[in-house]
């Protein structure tokens, strides 16, 4: 028998309240948490109807498959006209509508889109932050701005008892698409299934106290009264329509329908792994882990870092870490691919506005990022390539607020044949692609900035570590079996400073058994 519910619609209904002009926030992470039956609704209309038409979007997080889900699905020539992103990577049709000049659109940090639906909703004026100080955000550099199309400024300098900081305008937002597990007759949400909780609650608030609508797509509708009051997530007095979506349109992410370790259920099992080859992010992954404190509440990103986790775990070492996800999970191990963003039995899920609070106020120990591209003056690149744009996620929130920090990636791109042999590195052939070059194409990292705050930076690379020094960055160590001048100097750009102590890197990395390693104090 079904549950009459009076916020309850058709999918149909539900597209039909979105308007010309409307100013969206969208929900999800990569392909968690995505109100996707909805989004391909709009897609279909629009298709169908030309309606609706110059659609605003604002999306915190990457979302979709870098195919044809998530934000994809709204990604056509008038049906937006301007979207304000954390993360671009994973949807190349709204890249290519900005790129060709389409749209307007602004790259922001993660964090920050995050705390501005939180401070919006409050009534604020914006979100004053000193995170994008230095960056391509930062007025004086880019000010986020995608395209040249784009030129309202939205982001400013402004300064408070001597201190320098950024102010992010306020979001206007009168439409949010939000996902959640179930809903009562009332429409209160809760996430159960969910395998995290993101900024719902702030956007639902945000576009309520504006007047606007919310709908929220779940799995199914209960009676009233039968939700655990604790566990709402969105309550009811905010939600305007639910839609109950099919299986197939609300997977717990864009990799797996549903996964009960995501959500702390099931029974923890002990599984043979297979050892992970002696390859060079596994050698990157190796030196990067001898950095690592007991105790040590952390972040990996995605890449070479991730393969850190593998390590700690070869190692025994893992339960002696804390690791955390920006979206919200606390402890665990972290997912990848397509679920990234998931992590199984974690201790905790936070929101994603409560994750950035922790982060923005320098509670993560230490942070191991990816390393696409850095130049002489130590600015690293991991947003924007030619005409990919990438987009900075939480790359500037937590870069610029742990205490120590780590970019991890191989020293060259392209095909090659490096490979390890009686614990040294040989290189018969490198990438073609440079990646320690003069100058880098945007800063997502500023060293600046970095210099002004005294704090530790690391460039980790399968043959050569490097920390940041006053001016450049110093070389100091490198691989056992690499040549100074052939294999590092003459495949860069620059010359960095080179450490008078120099080192060769641990001989335990080079070896195909585990190293033994125990963390420090």
């Known amino acids: 028998m079904s549950i009459y519910s009076r916020k309850q619609c058709t999918l149909e209904d539900a597209v039909n309240m979105?308007?010309?002009?409307?100013?969206?926030?969208?929900?999800?992470?990569?392909?968690?948490?995505?109100?996707?039956?909805?989004?391909?609704?709009?897609?279909?209309?629009?298709?169908k109807t030309g309606k609706p038409r110059n659609l605003k979007i604002i999306f915190a997080a990457g979302q979709g498959d870098a195919g044809t889900k998530a934000v994809n699905h709204l990604s056509h020539e008038g049906l937006v006209t301007s979207a304000i992103g954390g993360h671009w990577g994973l949807i190349p049709k709204l890249q290519k509508l900005a790129n060709e000049g389409k749209i307007t659109g602004y790259n922001l940090p993660q964090g920050v889109i995050c705390h501005l639906f939180r401070d919006s909703a409050a009534g604020k004026l914006g979100t004053l932050t000193h995170v994008g100080l230095g960056t391509f955000v930062d007025p004086r550099v880019e000010g986020g701005k995608i395209n040249d199309k784009t030129q309202e400024d939205i982001v400013s300098v402004t300064e408070i008892n001597g201190v320098e900081n950024l102010f992010y305008k306020k979001i206007d937002a009168n439409i949010a698409i939000l996902r959640g597990t179930t809903s009562d007759q009332s429409g209160n949400i809760t996430m159960e299934d969910e395998c995290l909780i993101l900024e719902n609650l702030a956007a639902a608030q945000l576009v309520h106290n504006n007047g606007g609508k919310v709908i929220v797509q779940v799995k199914q509708i209960v009676r009233d009264g039968t939700l655990d009051p604790l566990q709402v997530r969105i309550p009811g007095i905010y939600?305007?329509?639910?839609?109950?979506?099919?299986?197939?349109?609300?997977?717990?992410?864009?990799?797996?329908?549903?996964?009960?370790?995501?959500?702390?259920?099931?029974?923890?099992?002990?599984?043979?792994?297979?050892?992970?080859?002696?390859?060079?992010?596994?050698?990157?992954?190796r030196r990067a882990a001898m950095e690592l404190k007991k105790n040590a509440v952390v972040n990996y990103g995605i890449g070479a870092p991730e393969v850190i986790a593998e390590v700690t775990d070869e190692e025994g070492i893992t339960s002696e870490?804390?690791?955390?996800?920006?979206?919200?999970?606390?402890?665990?191990?972290?997912?990848?691919?397509?679920?990234?963003?998931?992590?199984?039995?974690?201790?905790?899920?936070?929101?994603?506005?409560?994750?950035?609070?922790?982060?923005?106020?320098?509670?993560?120990?230490?942070?191991?990022?990816?390393?696409?591209?850095?130049?002489?003056?130590?600015?690293?690149?991991?947003?924007?390539?030619?005409?990919?744009?990438?987009?900075?996620?939480?790359?500037?929130?937590?870069?610029?607020?742990?205490?120590k920090v780590y970019f991890c990636g191989s020293f060259t791109a392209g095909k090659n044949k490096i490979y390890v042999s009686n614990g040294k590195l040989h290189i018969k052939e490198d990438g073609s692609v440079k990646k320690f070059i003069k100058k880098v194409q945007q800063i997502t990292f500023s060293s600046d900035t970095a210099r002004k705050n005294n704090k530790e930076v690391f460039y980790i690379t399968e043959r050569a570590v490097f920390r940041l020094s006053q001016k450049s960055i110093e070389l100091i160590e490198i691989a056992p079996g690499v040549d100074l001048q052939k294999n590092i100097i003459e495949c860069m750009e620059f010359v960095p400073e080179i450490s008078p102590s120099l080192k060769i890197m641990d001989e335990r990395i080079f070896w195909e058994q585990p190293m033994g390693l125990e963390l420090k104090d």
């Open 321 to 403: 870490l804390i690791a955390t996800v920006e979206p919200g999970a606390i402890g665990g191990t972290p997912a990848g691919g397509l679920s990234f963003g998931a992590s199984s039995f974690p201790q905790a899920i936070i929101t994603q506005d409560q994750m950035f609070d922790f982060y923005d106020g320098g509670g993560l120990d230490q942070a191991f990022l990816g390393l696409a591209e850095t130049d002489e003056k130590g600015d690293l690149n991991v947003s924007k390539f030619g005409t990919k744009i990438a987009g900075c996620g939480g790359f500037i929130n937590i870069t610029q607020n742990a205490k």
């Open 239 to 285: 939600v305007d329509a639910v839609v109950v979506s099919e299986d197939e349109y609300h997977m717990q992410t864009f990799a797996e329908y549903m996964n009960f370790s995501y959500v702390g259920k099931g029974v923890k099992e002990v599984k043979d792994k297979e050892t992970r080859p002696l390859d060079i992010k596994k050698i990157i992954a």
């Open 18 to 47: 979105i308007h010309d002009n409307d100013c969206v926030i969208l929900g999800g992470f990569i392909g968690a948490v995505v109100p996707e039956c909805i989004e391909k609704g709009i897609e279909d209309r629009f298709l």
